[in-house]
């Protein structure tokens, strides 16, 4: 089966935490893996590509971990502007996407 | 910075009739795919679009849907005779690459459809 599970949330955090959120896949022919950030009725906006080696853009850092099909996403120091879902998505074929459900992330002052 | 333009923003249409949702994606991209999200459910894939035929489609996507590149700027979904849910918003994305760090898919801003 095609699917990308994801920690339910909600997780609601007071600013200048650290949040983590995980994600599996089930296609391990899958190649890409991303995560997509969507404000409430909105499009989903890339946050950032997740490379094997693990990344780091400023704030946040991804993983990926092959062998167990599991992706994460730590956010350091969280702002008010980081409130918003978290999808975790991953390529199938080609470069069809399919989506996790997301994770909701409410940063509280 | 170039992006993704949807029309209408929201679509509202009793059921049984057609609708068009267009799409206008970056300019120099190649890929074009369109979405579609149920309100509170996930992201899901319809079909993507290549060289001026479908290169994949979803199981969503039966014979009710179509897509077409009418000219060098547009792409469209159609939807033939509308039901009820398929409300939905529907995303466009476009890519200038299959994938690699070219593949990055950009999406619309999205048009919801409302189907009474």
């Known amino acids: 089966r095609k699917e990308v599970e994801q920690d339910p949330g909600p997780f609601n955090v007071p600013e200048g935490a650290t949040v983590a959120f995980n994600c599996t896949y089930s296609?391990?022919?899958?190649?890409?893996f991303f995560w997509y950030r969507q404000d409430c009725r909105k499009e989903p906006k890339l946050l950032m590509s997740?490379?094997?080696s693990g990344n780091e853009d400023g704030r946040f850092t991804a993983q990926l971990n092959r062998a167990s099909q599991y992706i994460s996403l730590l956010i350091r120091d969280s702002k008010l502007s980081d409130s918003a879902t978290y999808l975790c998505?991953?390529?199938?074929?080609?470069?069809?996407?399919?989506f996790g459900t997301g994770t909701r992330l409410t940063v509280i002052p | 910075e170039p992006e993704v333009t949807q029309t209408p923003s929201h679509q509202v249409t009793q059921m049984g009739q057609e609708v068009i949702l267009r799409c206008v994606p970056i300019s120099n991209h190649l890929y074009f795919y369109w979405y579609r999200q149920i309100l509170g459910q996930k992201v899901e894939f319809l079909v993507s679009?290549?060289?001026?035929?479908?290169?994949?489609k979803s199981e969503i996507f039966d014979d009710q849907f179509s897509v077409e590149r009418p000219d060098g700027s547009n792409f469209t979904l159609k939807i033939r005779s509308t039901k009820l849910e398929d409300s939905a918003m529907y995303f466009c994305?476009?890519?200038?690459?299959?994938?690699?760090?070219?593949?990055?898919?950009?999406f619309g801003p999205g048009t919801r459809l409302t189907v009474l």
């Open positions: 994305a476009s890519a200038s690459s299959a994938g690699g760090p070219r593949g990055t898919q950009y």
């Open positions: 679009f290549y060289n001026n035929e479908i290169s994949e």
């Open positions: 296609n391990s022919a899958s190649q890409s």
């Open positions: 998505v991953v390529n199938w074929r080609a470069n069809n996407l399919f």
């Open positions: 997740v490379y094997s």
